[in-house]
Nanobody, 121 residues
Framework: QVQLVESGGGSVQAGGSLRLSCAAS????????MGWYRQAPGKQRELVAT???????NYADSVKGRFTISKDNAKNTVTLQMNSLKPGDTAVYYC???????????????WGQGTQVSVSS
């Protein structure tokens, strides 16, 4: 099975930076994509940023120009560099992976436990 472990969350003042990391472990045959989602109090869960096996990235409009997603294929890790943080970025951030456990399987969804990011004004 696959396990995702996030790290790097915390509390910062507006304008500060944080770096979130997610490490995937277990028997992974292939990874289709990895990314980050977040859920703030009173809001729906939303996509923050994703990166697929080809290196193509996708960002929410609200974070473009401030956040950068990157990956290490050999280690199955994904990192989210968050700069110029705003109070509106406050949320629980979840790591996500879509991948296959075998050549015969289909892509399955895996989620981390979540890490809190709090930004104060």
């Amino acid at each position: 099975q696959v396990q995702l472990v996030e790290s790097g969350g915390g509390s910062v003042q507006a304008g500060g930076s944080l770096r979130l990391s997610c490490a995937a472990s277990g028997s992974i045959f292939s990874v289709n994509a990895m990314g980050w989602y977040r859920q703030a109090p009173g809001k729906q869960r939303e996509l923050v940023a994703t990166i697929n096996s080809g290196g193509n990235t996708n960002y929410a409009d609200s974070v473009k120009g401030r956040f950068t997603i990157s990956k290490d294929n050999a280690k199955n890790t994904v990192t989210l560099q968050m700069n110029s943080l705003k109070p509106g970025d406050t949320a629980v951030y979840y790591c996500h992976l879509n991948g296959r456990l075998s050549s015969l399987g289909y892509g399955r969804e895996y989620w981390g436990q979540g890490t809190q990011v709090s930004v104060s004004s």
